[in-house]
């Protein structure tokens, strides 16, 4: 089902796809009756329900279980014979979980429950508010301070943070922003999933996301907060740390819970005589965007082993960027990551405020042509300023400086780039006229697109379909998809950009699934972790070369033809970023 953008729970996908036969929704709450303890009563002691009635009746729930899932098996395709190997070797991975360091994740959660504690007092000392997980508490309580946030959200904070002053309403706020960091909850999950071999297991989704990706469940390793400990160095001796589950020695260099989170990663490890091996496609998805497109002279960037990030900051900045200047590179790397699928400036502007970046006014001069900075000020305020309104609402008139300087940036990569320009308007056109035209094939950029039997089709580059349910084409591309982390089951609107997002995220997955397939049987037949664009393998200490294990990972299959991809990785005892 999640192959093709469906549902992925039985209920919901068979209500999405109108199918006659569903999941017994009132039978499930039958069998979870029976499933959990009951309140022992006077006239029935019993713990467990044994209600003859409620046992028939679930009995009847699991066979109408197993027809629903027969109808929704009847509707959906087969995986074709590649997939299902795809499918197989991440089972495989599932299967064999990876291993964490137990005495560690155990000495961690000491820290968290004595930290924690420690940090609740002072939190009900400082307010006479119970705890710091009652916000809306806190909140009107701040009102005295004169502080009034918009919301809780850890960027919120953060950003409040920075220039409030110290006074018993920051050190609050600096307590429910160090109590509510979601990596420190992972060892607590961590805790729960580890089974009796200190193996950690089922934490990989197949088709977790609708272009085919890999997404995280249980402990969540996709979403690990990056941190601010990179190397295996400073991994290792930070875990020697932890271990001690000595809270106060850690406070004296840092907070305790933000250590915690920034070394989360370092849980996972390599068991007794064996070591992990990471490879990291790097700018996988720049590398296939360009490619897709035609666009040999970025490509050559690539191949001549040139960092395409510094390329485009010299464009911006209109001279040689050399590698040692972070903030000019920055800029470039984000235009490169985030421009690539047809994002404005104003969202563009977020993009980088994410990262707490801003640009002064005398940035964007020394950027910017004096000639074009003037014309782009009076376009943005005058001209366009309501509709800046309404995709930002917190922009002020001092930020149009830098809505100048993200539109130069805009525009810049656009002109350079213009063949993915013209990329994103062909999927659009073909998808479109797909749709208007069932049956009939349209070809762009190496996919083909045709709809048939409810779906829009796109065959991607690997020859794999990737599936749209139920288009439309009124003023724009809608379709049915499952929206947000609830998987609601909501028309979607798509375009160009977004459209080619999906079929390059779609094709570095069957890039890396190709990898992946190939380990089955191979030297490098121990994966445990597929994270992003890195795939991560477990090998027995003194037996892998770096540079082969990269080769194997960066082999192209054969629909790759003319792809520079590349891999960056290490062989170590922790996983690090």
């Known amino acids: ?111 968290m429950h004595e930290y924690g504690s420690k940090l609740t007092k002072e939190f009900q000392d400082l307010t006479g508010i119970e705890s710091p997980t009652m916000r809306a508490k806190l909140t009107a309580w701040l009102k005295v301070f004169g502080v009034r946030l918009p919301n809780t959200q850890a960027k919120t904070l ?78 290792e001796t930070a875990w020697q740390v932890i271990r001690q589950g000595d809270h106060e020695s850690i406070s004296l260099f840092a907070d305790p819970l933000e250590f915690l989170s920034d070394t989360v990663r370092g849980a996972i490890c390599a068991p007794e005589g064996f070591e992990l091996a990471c490879a990291d496609y790097s700018a996988i998805e720049a590398r296939v965007t360009f490619w897709l497109a035609g666009d040999e002279d970025a490509l050559d960037v690539f191949r001549g082993g040139h960092d395409i990030y510094l390329d485009m900051a010299s464009t911006i900045y209109n001279c040689a960027v050399s590698k040692e200047d972070k903030e000019r590179r920055f800029l470039g790397k984000q235009a490169i990551l985030g421009l690539g699928f047809g994002m404005g400036f104003v969202k563009f502007l977020s993009h980088c405020r994410s990262f707490s970046v801003k640009f002064s006014p005398q940035q964007v001069a020394g950027i910017v042509p004096a000639g074009t900075r003037n014309a782009l000020a009076k376009w943005v305020w005058e001209d366009s300023w309501d509709w800046v309104k309404r995709s930002m609402p917190d922009a002020e008139k001092e930020d149009v400086l830098e809505f100048v300087l993200m539109k130069y940036v805009v525009d810049a990569y656009r002109k350079k780039y213009a063949k993915v320009v013209k990329m994103w308007y062909a999927m659009e056109d073909a998808a479109k006229a797909a749709v208007r035209n069932p049956g009939k094939a349209y070809s762009t950029h190496k996919t083909t697109w045709c709809m048939q039997d409810k779906f829009l089709k796109c065959r991607l580059p690997s020859g794999r379909l990737m599936r749209y349910y139920d288009p439309r084409v009124d003023d724009g591309l809608t379709y049915m998809a499952a929206v947000g982390d609830k998987g609601v089951w909501l028309r979607e609107n798509s375009y160009g950009g977004k459209l080619t997002e999906n079929v390059v995220q779609a094709t570095a997955r ?68």
């Open 510 to 577: 069957d890039y890396m699934a190709h990898a992946l397939v190939r380990s089955v049987g191979s030297k490098y037949d121990r994966m445990v972790l597929t994270i992003h664009d890195e795939l991560v393998a477990e090998m027995l200490k003194g037996t892998t070369v770096l540079e082969d294990y990269l080769k194997f990972v960066e082999e192209a299959p054969e629909w790759a033809t003319g792809l520079p991809v590349r891999a960056e990785g290490w062989l170590g005892s922790r996983y690090h970023k």
């Open 1 to 111: 089902a999640g192959s093709l953008q469906s549902e992925s729970e039985l209920v919901r996908a068979g209500n999405a796809l109108g199918l006659e036969q569903i999941k017994d929704d009132e039978g499930h709450g039958k069998m979870l009756q029976l499933s959990r303890p009951r309140k022992p009563t006077k006239n029935n002691p019993s713990k467990w329900n044994d209600d003859p009635d409620l046992w028939a009746r679930v009995v009847e729930y699991n066979w109408d279980d197993i027809l629903a899932e027969k109808s929704l098996s009847g509707a959906l395709p087969d995986l074709d014979p590649r997939e299902q190997l795809v499918w197989a070797a991440s089972e495989a991975l599932n299967e064999r979980g990876f291993a964490v360091d137990v005495p560690g994740v155990d000495a961690a959660l000491k820290i």
């Open 158 to 235: 953060d950003d409040w943070l920075a220039t409030a002053p110290k006074n018993a309403a920051s050190r609050a706020v600096e307590i429910l922003r160090s109590m509510g960091r979601a990596s420190v909850k992972k060892y607590k999950a961590m805790k729960a999933m580890t089974d009796e071999d200190g193996r950690i297991r089922g934490t990989v989704l197949y088709h977790g996301a609708s272009t085919g990706r890999w997404t995280g469940r249980g402990v969540q390793p996709h979403n690990f907060t990056r941190g601010k400990i990179t190397s295996l160095e400073a991994m």
